[in-house]
């Protein structure tokens, strides 16, 4: 939270978000930073604005500070608190009136300050969890891909005649990619493996002897 948006509210709010924030797992700091509120979910980082009161006469600096903030912010949203229809009015006529581009930043008209704040903390939350799921998949895909290399390199290390699968799983820890098979000499294979000194010849005329290979053994 900013020590200056702090300073500017009542006590007994700063309570309540205090209090709320830690029922929901979050950490309150202060800290001297240009957005009110700046969540750190998960690596990512969400800032707001939290308009606790709309005044028309302080209007240009606010949309000022917003179009500045935007630009520093990927994630950036405006909570804005409008209890009556005359002040929703008054904000939606200041809106277009500045120019502001259509959702940059995110506004979130409220009626009180602890829907306002607890806005903030479910689009906060929102962004983490959404962060978190991409994380989750691409660590999915990473382990597919992982997954179907060792089903290749199962398949052309077994397909040699005389290889089996420990064989394989010996080769695979001790030699590495099936790359590093092809170029590994006989006698790099039998220092690091326990395969036989038959199955290491066979391994290198099978990858290096174009008449071996070719052959109907094969």
Known sequence: MSTAWKDDQHPSFISFISTFLHANSYRLNFVPIAPDFIFNCGG???AFIFVTNWYTKDCASFFSKTQRLKGQFAHFYVVVTLPTKDQNDDFIRSYFKHGIDLGRPTFIPVQDLEM???????????????????????????????????????KVITSMPGIDSHDTNALNQAVGSIEAVAKASKEY??????????????????????????????
């Open 44 to 46: 990512l980082s969400v």
């Open 189 to 218: 294979i039998l220092e690091t493996t326990d395969l036989s000194s038959e199955k290491a010849e066979t391994i290198k005329r099978l990858f290096r002897d174009r008449k071996y290979y070719l052959g109907p053994r094969i």
């Open 116 to 154: 306002g704040f607890e806005k903030i903390v479910k689009v906060a939350h929102a962004h983490g969890v959404c962060k978190r799921q991409d994380a989750i998949a691409k660590l999915r895909v990473e382990r597919e891909k992982s997954v179907q290399s060792m089903d290749v390199y199962i």
